[in-house]
C-alpha cells in the first residue's frame, strides 16, 4: 500500500464490538504477511502473521484473513477494547527468503466508551 | 527487559551535525534490521545485518547514512551532515534465526525520534 501522509485512515468503534482493518498488497509474489499494532512513542509490535498458503488463520481475539485474488488482507479484532486503540499497520515480505518488511498505510483505531 | 532498546529516546540536532543511534538487539538474535518512520507513515527500511555482515543497504537514502555492527551484536546507526529530511523516527528490528526463512519475527524497539533543526 501507498502512504497518505498525515492523514492516516481512521476507524472508529464502540467498546466491545468487532472492529475489521483492511489493508491492501500489490506484489502477486509476497509470500509472508504480519500484522502489527503500533501505539503513540512505542514501536511496531507483533499481532499475527500469516503465510501465502493460507487464507486464515486465528490467534487470541484477532483473525487475519488472506485474499490472494484480489490481493488483500484484513485483520479482525473481536470485542474491541480500549487498550486495542493504536494505529495498525500490515506489512510484507516480497518473495520466500526476503528478510526487509514492507509496510502498508497504517489505519488509526479509536476505541469509543 | 528482554527487548530491543534502542538510544537515545530523543535526540535533537542542528543541520549539519553528526549523529550516531544506537541499538542493542535481543539476547541472541543473529538478524539485525533498521527502519525510518517519517510522521504518519509507516516504517521504511534502511539496511539488514546478519552478524556482522551488512547484507542488505539498500534503503539507506544516501551516503551520508552509515550503519555498523561489529561484533554482530549492538548496531549503530550513524547520519552526517544531518538535513532536516533525515527528521523522523529510527527503529530497530532483531530476529532471531539466521534468515533463511521468510517467517522469521521482527521485534522492534521503541525508536529514536531525530529532529534535526
Known amino acids: 500500500g501507498e502512504s497518505v501522509g498525515l492523514h492516516l485512515p481512521t476507524l472508529s468503534v464502540q467498546e466491545g464490538d468487532n472492529s475489521i482493518i483492511n489493508c491492501a498488497y500489490s506484489n502477486s509474489a509476497s509470500d509472508y504477511f504480519i500484522w502489527y499494532k503500533q501505539e503513540s512513542g512505542k514501536g511496531p509490535q507483533f499481532i499475527i502473521d500469516?503465510?501465502?498458503?493460507?487464507d486464515k488463520r486465528q490467534g487470541q481475539r484477532v483473525t487475519v484473513l488472506l485474499n490472494k485474488t484480489v490481493k488483500h488482507l484484513s485483520l479482525q479484532i473481536a470485542a474491541t477494547q480500549p487498550g486495542d486503540s493504536a494505529v495498525y499497520f500490515c506489512a510484507e515480505k516480497a518473495y520466500q527468503g526476503a528478510q526487509k518488511l514492507v509496510f502498508g498505510q497504517g489505519t488509526r483505531l479509536t476505541i469509543n466508551p | 527487559g528482554a527487548g530491543v532498546s534502542q538510544s537515545p529516546r530523543y535526540k535533537v540536532a542542528k543541520r549539519g551535525q553528526d549523529v550516531a543511534l544506537r541499538c542493542d538487539p535481543i539476547?541472541?538474535?543473529?538478524?539485525l534490521f533498521w527502519y525510518q518512520q517519517a510522521l504518519g507513515q509507516g516504517p521504511e527500511f534502511l539496511t539488514y545485518?546478519?552478524?556482522?555482515?551488512?547484507?542488505?543497504k539498500s534503503g539507506l537514502p544516501s551516503d551520508r547514512f552509515f550503519a555498523e555492527r561489529p561484533e554482530g551484536s549492538v548496531s549503530t546507526l550513524k547520519i552526517q551532515r544531518t538535513q532536516q529530511e533525515d527528521s523522523a523516527v529510527y527503529l530497530c528490528?532483531?530476529?532471531?534465526?539466521?534468515?533463511?526463512?521468510?517467517?522469521?519475527?521482527?521485534?522492534f524497539g521503541p525508536g529514536t525520534r531525530l529532529t534535526v533543526l
Open positions: 545485518f546478519q552478524n556482522e555482515a551488512q547484507l542488505d
Open positions: 500469516i503465510r501465502s498458503n493460507m
Open positions: 539476547s541472541g538474535h543473529v538478524s
Open positions: 528490528a532483531s530476529s532471531f534465526n539466521s534468515g533463511l526463512h521468510s517467517t522469521d519475527t521482527q521485534y
